[in-house]
């Protein structure tokens, strides 16, 4: 098997810097008004309470006021500096023998969150990257993904609920032999020294979502743009931030992956096209171990404006103890499901490389790279509809390869009956705790009629469902998830009274059931975010489908 190319990354690091520092500076039209306008967004920003800054506040303030004396050569000697600095913040490194031990660590990492009292039983084997297997299941076109690997760069899409994603989906690429990824990582995630030691030796760079100035988004750009030139195979979470609301992302970030047009671009204009592919993924987790404070926050009005929770499940040691000591007992599961690749402008790809149109004619990629008087090289205005093309093509590749699983279900059938016992305006509902029973019996029944609905679905492609619920009853689905949800929140989410169930914290069944919203089988919030906009036709088809 041929090495993967990151292995060879620390020796190439100074290199891809100094490119990146050259090609920050091409694109800087004005070197003063650049400086100009990063000193002023820093020095509003850092006032605010900015810390752990590569370039301080004090110089900044310096910067500001001696640019009005400062002749052109030096304010392009001082752009050339700060592009440095930053440049070498961004860039990661990769240690194949950090990757060696991580790739024997993370199944027992894993086992612990998604099983532990197995784990703790199996613990000679745990070492094993099978004993994950029933437990983290990775599904999809995995033989053609390979291949495409020695054809060209492959870019990894998957979609983004937990600050667990980066360590399954790490585990899923090693389970399924794919070659391991360059990524970006929000940089308060480095913050932890134990999680920061890893990150920073496997390929991850930095991403400041702090910096909103040009300098630093040209930095950012170059970067990627070079690692996918250079062969690093890519990963990037579209969605830009975790889903708060527990939805499918449908409105995606491409900033970063819309480098991989110009990539592709720039080796076609020197005469190497390398080939850049796209490989959309789901994680489909049974329970999320932030929800709590996910759509806690996706609920609020400052949900809408903050990017970064510094504040969750999964930063606070004492809660993620608890909930350890919850999770003792709880088989749940996750699924990583890769999609059929599609190239830069989101047409199907075969394990040959070769490219094809909706209608199933081949097409060659290089022209769409070249202009009307045939030359072949990036087009910023051509590239980004390409790039609104290809999110197209991932969105679509999300839906038809979501994976339902018992919670999802039970969730959606919940809330539906939420709305029959609670009416009116959906904040209603969600404010509503401990208002309205529902008997199992009718729960499952109500269960069962969704997962038909579901298995028809799949039968034209548009969704998957867990295997394992096929042939499953609804009082066994609903059983399923009243396990998990018992063994993984702080609150209970369906609490049993009897021979009924009390709808006890209506967010989490909200978070859960918005998982299938976008595919009409659940109810849905807000136009234009992760869970989408309530409308009737949403709950008209859950009716339809759960009624009884």
């Known amino acids: 098997m041929v090495e993967p190319p990151i292995f060879g990354f620390n020796q190439a690091r100074q290199g891809i810097i100094e490119e990146v520092v050259l090609r920050s ?101 745990a070492f094993d990257l099978r004993a994950l297997d029933g437990r983290v299941v990775v599904q999809g076109p995995i033989g053609t993904i390979r291949a495409l690997a020695e054809k060209g760069t492959l870019i990894f899409m998957p979609t983004h609920m937990s600050n667990l994603d980066s360590v399954v989906i790490g585990f899923a690429l090693e389970r399924a032999a794919l070659p391991p990824a360059t990524y970006g990582a929000g940089k308060n995630l480095f913050t932890n020294p134990f999680l920061s030691f890893f990150m920073h030796n496997l390929g991850a760079y930095r991403v ?162 070249t202009d009307s008087e045939g030359r072949v090289g990036p087009d910023p205005a051509r590239d980004v509809q390409y790039t609104r093309e290809l999110a197209d093509a991932v969105v679509a590749a999300y839906l038809r390869d979501t994976v339902v699983l018992a919670t999802h279900l039970v969730a959606a059938c919940a809330f539906e009956r939420l709305q029959q016992g609670i009416g009116g305006d959906i904040f209603a509902m969600l404010r509503s705790h401990d208002d309205v029973l529902v008997s199992r019996a009718e729960l499952a029944e109500r269960v069962e009629r969704l997962r038909d609905r579901v298995r028809e679905l799949e039968s034209r492609g548009r969704i998957v469902l867990g295997a394992h619920l096929v042939r499953a009853t609804g009082r066994e689905i609903l059983d399923e998830a009243l396990r998990a949800f018992s063994g993984y929140h702080t609150t209970p989410v369906l609490a049993p009274r009897g021979d009924e169930l009390l709808l006890a914290d209506t967010r989490l069944i909200f978070y859960y059931q918005n998982r299938l919203a976008a595919h009409g089988l659940g109810i849905t919030l807000d136009p234009g975010s992760h869970a989408g906009s309530t409308g009737a036709r949403s709950r008209t088809a859950l009716a339809a489908a759960t009624s009884v």
């Open 25 to 125: 500076l091409e694109a800087a039209k004005d070197p003063r008004l650049m400086l100009s306008e990063a000193a002023f967004l820093e020095i509003r920003r850092q006032q605010s309470g900015g810390v752990d800054d590569v370039v301080p506040l004090g110089e900044w303030r310096v910067l500001a006021r001696s640019l009005g004396r400062m002749t052109d050569d030096e304010c392009a000697e001082r752009l050339r500096d700060l592009s440095t600095r930053y440049a070498g913040d961004v860039a990661g490194h990769f240690n194949p023998r950090v990757y060696g031990f991580a790739s024997k660590a993370v199944a027992p990492l894993i086992g612990m969150l998604m099983s532990p009292l197995q784990t703790v039983r199996h613990l000679t084997g």
């Open 208 to 369: 400041d979502r702090r910096l909103r100035h040009g300098l630093y988004k040209d930095v950012l750009k170059a970067y990627s743009c070079i690692v996918l030139e250079r062969g690093y195979h890519s990963l990037f979470f579209p969605g830009g931030t975790r889903s708060r609301s527990g939805g499918l992302e449908r409105k995606l970030k491409l900033g970063l992956a819309g480098t991989g047009v110009e990539a592709m671009a720039r080796t076609a204009a020197r005469g190497q096209m390398r080939k850049v592919f796209f490989v959309p993924a789901t994680i489909n987790y049974l329970l999320t171990l932030e929800a709590e404070t996910l759509i806690g926050d996706f609920l609020q009005e400052e949900g809408k404006h903050r990017y970064i929770i510094d504040d969750d499940e999964s930063t606070r040691p004492g809660r993620i103890a608890v909930f350890m000591r919850k999770l003792l007992g709880l088989d749940a599961g996750c699924v990583v499901r890769f999609s059929q690749p599609v190239d830069c402008f989101g047409n199907h790809v075969d394990e040959e490389g070769l490219s094809y149109d909706a209608r199933g004619h081949a097409v060659s990629p290089l022209s769409y790279l």
